[in-house]
């Protein structure tokens, strides 16, 4: 018999040898399940109790000895199904610490490097688009790309917030996007660096001449950053 899936339900070799064991035999006290199984009297005995505790044997106590008896095969189906339960509860907050603790980053170089990093973006889920400090130097891809992008990120029901720097004005981003709002910061402020959030991800750009980007996936940075967004943003609207 092929005991393997027996295994893959957490029962040790012991386990399974004395189980197998007890279904042959019937009821029976620990003396013939040695014998049977082959292992040691203290081995047997320790694993008898495991057994019971799992569900997969019971015990009648005749005087000061007990007779075992394996629980119905068809039983397991109840345990698995119980431990399929069990952990469908436990999974959401297993997934919450696995998310708090995720931080991937992936380095992009050169503008088709930060194209990707957009295309990624473009996937992240969410209904926001969150971009701060964008340059003029932004415009080394081309005006058309740029204007694909935005169209594909509309049609996907994403709103964007552009806060551009003030060398962007003349662009007028806010004419050519649609589902798209835009303020900028004040004049003679122009670093190089443009900060991207979407979702659970953040893109840092700094466009230089071979422009470098990095995308991280976190969700507790992600929304760190978005409040310091929502802080700038809202000053910006107050000028």
Do not use: C
Not at 73 to 79: A, G, Q, S
Not at 122 to 142: C, F
Not at 167 to 192: C, D, I, M, Q
């Amino acid at each position: 018999m092929d005991t393997q899936i027996l295994e893959d339900i957490g029962l040790s070799t012991a386990e399974i040898k004395i189980y197998l064991a007890l279904l042959e035999i019937g009821i029976s006290t620990a003396g013939p399940i040695i014998e049977k199984s082959g292992l040691q009297s203290s081995v047997v005995h320790m694993t008898l109790g495991k057994l019971v505790g799992k569900g997969f044997a019971s015990f009648v106590k005749e005087g000061k000895r007990k007779q075992y008896q394996a629980a119905n095969p068809k039983h397991i189906l109840t345990y698995l199904k119980e431990k399929q339960t069990n952990f469908e509860h436990l999974l959401p907050q297993l997934l919450a610490k696995q998310q708090q603790a995720k931080l991937d980053v992936t380095v992009f170089r050169g503008v088709r490097g930060i194209k990707e990093i957009f295309y990624e973006l473009l996937e992240a889920g969410g209904t926001e688009h969150h971009t701060l400090g964008s340059t003029k130097e932004s415009l080394m891809i081309p005006t058309e790309w740029w204007l694909e992008y935005h169209t594909k990120r509309a049609a996907k029901g994403i709103n964007a917030k552009l806060l551009f720097n003030e060398s962007l004005k003349s662009w007028k981003a806010e004419k050519l996007y649609k589902r798209v709002e835009v303020r900028y910061t004040k004049e003679g402020f122009e670093p190089l660096s443009e900060t991207i959030i979407r979702n659970d991800k953040i893109s840092l750009i700094i466009w230089t001449e071979k422009p470098i980007g990095i995308l991280i996936h976190n969700k507790a940075a992600a929304e760190s950053y978005d409040k310091y967004f929502s802080l700038l943003w809202e000053a910006a609207g107050k000028k």
